[in-house]
């Protein structure tokens, strides 16, 4: 497995680590809405882990230091909003066409 090393990530990651590590591909939006942990980044500061995006805007999905959520960071506004309370729901959600990003 290469990617950020599950130690120096937020805690909340574990999830992601043990069962998502081979991502989640979306056949119809032909997109890997949940990384690979070979395309998952640490943010510089460690704060985050960025383990999916939304396919536009440059939107990412992230585990964040000290919060129990998913979040979604969208760059052009520098903003964090939650998305869902953990990988579990995002990916039930992204799936069903519930989550709105």
Known sequence: MTGPDPARCPPEAARYFRDYAAG???DFAQLGFIYP???ARLAEDGSALFVGRAGAD???F???AGE???WAFYPIEAEWRRVAPDIETLE????SR????
Not at 92 to 95: A, E, F, G, S
Not at 98 to 101: P, T
């Open 92 to 95: 039930r959600d992204w799936m």
């Open 24 to 26: 989640r591909f979306d």
């Open 58 to 60: 440059g939107i990412e």
């Open 98 to 101: 519930v989550l709105k990003v």
């Open 62 to 64: 992230a585990d964040r």
């Open 68 to 70: 129990s959520s998913i």
């Open 37 to 39: 942990v070979a395309e």
